[in-house]
């Protein structure tokens, strides 16, 4: 006989999933949500599905994701032209190696901290694209020149070249270097022509130093729109580069490489002098680079696919034509935001951990505890946001992947 004590005790998993929101009831009757953390981390993701994620969070799809791995991978083999793609885009050691895997010759990094973390994971090749000015920058490469002779760092001032010289003579290295080189972005890069020749030159000449080429990164012609017009600025920002190489040859100076590139340009920049792609955000891509059409749609950016997605939870419905969610400012929404599936909706800010969708047409269907997938605007500033990624076949979740190398003030 059934006490009514047993009763209760029977039902109250059926019970409380007749009570959740259809999305997830199904799935979450036989989940033990007590158990996520420690499920996740022995990487046990039976039941673990898209529906019992906490939210928001980092989903990538792991088909499209690989797809967009072997797409460019494929195009460097072909072109060819070699790969050392930018991880600031995803700070992930796992896509790293995945891409390291698929023939990248080493990858490129925004901060010292990211460049110590793929060496610590035993990536080689690590080419960190700004130069050391500080003693902290400086005294770390050093360090991470002597654990993994492969490390690469650029320079475009004689004053941090002659720091690095200094530093790396005391610690008895030798500290492979490139020039970084004007390419339409004013942020860095020294001036082309005889100022860069000097520079390298300077960096040949000496002890602690072994010039490995130069550094190019024409940052404003990656989003320029259509693809005849980013030719037409990756041709504008990348003449004065070939300029400083062939009078680099000319001198005799050393290095092969000339290393720079983005996934807007990637078809592109062989033909103007590039032997290295720093390609990044080719592996998720956003709703910023979806707008700047390819080489066969002005339109739309369609080279490779839109693989990763932030999943968020409509929290309320109290006033027409807006919902409220839970994608707010923390996790860096913003108007330019893309509701996948539903571009009749827009994507607004709300506060620190509240967003919004509105509409003028359509959006009615949308109810409380729905669950949606928003492209985000700037894969660099939402990773930093977020912890993992989940990654999801269909709707199953079948691996977690850590962000490690996020930027803080205590990492620089």
């Not at 050391?132 to 490469?141: D, F, L, V």
């Not at 955000?281 to 080279?303: H, I």
């Not at 509409?359 to 605007?377: H, T």
Request: with cysteine; charged share 25%; hydrophobic share 40%.
């Amino acid at each position: 006989m059934t006490s009514r004590r047993d009763f209760f005790a029977v039902n109250a998993g059926a019970l409380l999933a007749s009570a959740l929101p259809r999305a997830a009831s199904a799935n979450t009757k036989t989940f033990p949500y007590a158990e996520f953390e420690q499920r996740i981390a022995r990487k046990d993701f039976r039941d673990i599905t898209k529906d019992v994620l906490p939210t928001p969070s980092m989903v990538v799809d792991i088909d499209m994701f690989e797809k967009n791995i072997k797409t460019m991978a494929d195009y460097g083999k072909s072109a060819p032209i070699l790969m050392r793609p930018h991880v600031k885009v995803h700070k992930s050691v796992d896509i790293a190696k995945r891409q390291v895997a698929m023939g990248a010759v080493g990858v490129t990094t925004a901060t010292i901290a990211e460049s110590e973390l793929m060496s610590g994971a035993g990536i080689k090749g690590v080419l960190w694209t700004k130069q050391p000015a500080s003693h902290n920058n400086i005294i770390r490469s050093i360090n991470l020149t002597k654990r993994d002779p492969t490390f690469m760092f650029v320079v475009d001032s004689a004053n941090v070249a002659d720091w690095v010289e200094e530093a790396a003579a005391a610690a008895k290295v030798k500290c492979r270097v490139a020039v970084s080189v004007f390419a339409g972005l004013k942020r860095q890069g020294i001036e082309n022509g005889q100022p860069a020749v000097n520079l390298a030159k300077r960096i040949a000449s000496s002890k602690h130093m072994k010039l490995e080429g130069f550094m190019a990164y024409s940052g404003d012609a990656s989003h320029t729109k259509t693809f005849a017009a980013r030719r037409k600025r990756t041709a504008m920002d990348l003449a004065g580069v070939q300029e400083t190489v062939a009078l680099a040859k000319k001198s005799g100076l050393p290095g092969d490489i000339v290393s720079g590139g983005s996934t807007g340009t990637y078809n592109m920049d062989k033909d103007f002098g590039l032997t290295e792609l720093e390609c990044g955000s080719y592996v998720f891509m956003d709703s910023a680079y979806q707008r700047v059409g390819g080489k066969s749609n002005d339109e739309v950016y369609t080279d490779f696919e839109n693989s990763l997605t932030v999943l968020v939870t409509v929290d309320h419905k109290l006033h027409p034509n807006l919902v409220t969610t839970d994608y707010g400012n923390k996790a860096m929404a913003k108007p330019t935001d893309m509701v996948k599936g539903m571009p009749w909706l827009n994507v607004i800010n709300q506060g620190a951990e509240y967003g919004g969708l509105t509409w003028k047409d359509g959006g009615g269907e949308i109810k409380v505890g729905d669950r949606l997938d928003i492209y985000c605007s700037n894969l660099d500033t939402s990773t930093n946001c977020y912890d993992r990624y989940y990654i999801a076949k269909g709707n199953q979740i079948v691996d977690v992947w850590p962000i490690m190398g996020r930027s803080g003030a205590a990492q620089r």
